[in-house]
């Protein structure tokens, strides 16, 4: 069984500042992991993934995660917030064998970016 | 190339019509994915198809829901008769079986039922 926490159902952050949106999961496999992200009347659009290798993946508009298998997260990281980045970011996981193979997603979190 | 193309993008409907969702998966993908998002419930799997066949349809709410995928670049949702509660925008995802899986999703469709 695989399942995604999301802490934080709503995130605010200034212009300019650190955005960091936290993700654990649970997984029985090893995990495949990735973010999307959901503008307000869009679908959701990858932003990265990770399925082995390194364990920082970087991802599109300046995203990047890490891939922390003792801890068993996921977080999201970005060193400075633009206002384009306001939106929905699911988190969601994988792996391989059966129902494992489809994604489990997170409940998402809102992120504000303040002028 | 082109994404997953959903029709239509906003379906208002009364109570007890018939409402068909329509999905085009990008080419060559293999599987098929229709999901469900609202703000009570977050997004909900509804049913999955591999290789035009379906997989996995424990996650459709109920008889009222049905889905089909005739070929690999076609599937429908249908609701009959649709309900208040149905509404809720509805997505489809593709993806390439033996790929890392992730999906691409498509626009959705907004469904208002009144």
């Known amino acids: 069984a695989q399942s995604v926490t999301q802490l934080g159902s709503h995130v605010s952050v200034s212009e300019g500042a650190l955005v960091l949106l936290r993700c654990n999961y649970s997984?029985?496999?090893?995990?495949?992991l990735f973010w999307y992200v959901q503008y307000p009347n869009q679908g959701l659009q990858l932003l990265l993934k990770?399925?082995?290798?390194?364990?920082l993946v970087k991802g599109i508009n300046g995203f990047e995660a890490e891939f922390k298998k003792s801890e068993t997260s996921f977080h999201l990281t970005k060193p400075s917030a633009h206002m384009s980045d306001a939106a929905e970011y699911f988190c969601?996981?994988?792996?391989?064998?059966?129902?494992?193979?489809?994604?489990?997603f997170g409940s998402g979190t809102q992120l504000t970016v303040l002028p | 190339d082109a994404g997953v193309i959903q029709s239509p993008r906003h379906e208002v409907t009364e109570m007890g019509q018939e409402v068909t969702l329509r999905c085009k998966p990008i080419?060559?993908?293999?599987?098929l994915f229709w999901y469900r998002q609202t703000m009570m419930r977050g997004l909900e799997l509804l049913i999955y198809?591999?290789?035009?066949?379906?997989?996995?349809d424990s996650g459709m709410p109920e008889d009222r829901f049905s889905a089909k995928m005739p070929n690999a670049s076609f599937s429908t949702l249908k609701i009959q008769p649709s309900e208040p509660r149905d509404s809720a925008v509805y997505f489809c995802?593709?993806?390439?079986?033996?790929?890392?899986?992730?999906?691409?999703f498509g626009p959705g469709t907004r469904l208002t039922v009144t």
């Open positions: 198809f591999n290789n035009n066949v379906p997989i996995d």
């Open positions: 080419s060559g993908h293999n599987s």
């Open positions: 997984s029985s496999v090893p995990p495949y």
């Open positions: 995802a593709s993806r390439i079986l033996a790929g890392a899986h992730e999906q691409y």
């Open positions: 969601a996981v994988s792996g391989e064998g059966g129902s494992a193979r489809q994604l489990t």
């Open positions: 990770y399925t082995t290798g390194a364990t």
